[in-house]
């Protein structure tokens, strides 16, 4: 199964713009994808070792590898059209 990490912080417009989509798409995908957020504040461990830069940054996880990355607010269906291209 693949994974998708959201990177994000409270204080971060676009990110919280995007906490609803991902929470939507997760009910959406729900045994299909993984579906985790890392507060870049609270684990700023975790934002070091994937080199998240700017938020949100969005990583796709393929056997705990990453195999893709997008940064940035996107619209729903955008994101859904990635995620599916990691289904197929």
Known sequence: MIKIVDFYADWC???QMMKPVFHELEKEY???????????EADNATAAKFG???IPT??????????DRRMGAMPKEMM?????SHLE
């Open 13 to 15: 417009g676009p990110c």
């Open 30 to 40: 729900e045994g299909k994808i993984e579906f985790k957020q890392v507060d870049v």
């Open 52 to 54: 998240v830069m700017s």
């Open 58 to 67: 969005f990583v796709i996880l393929k056997d705990e590898k990453e195999i």
């Open 80 to 84: 859904k059209k990635w995620l599916d």
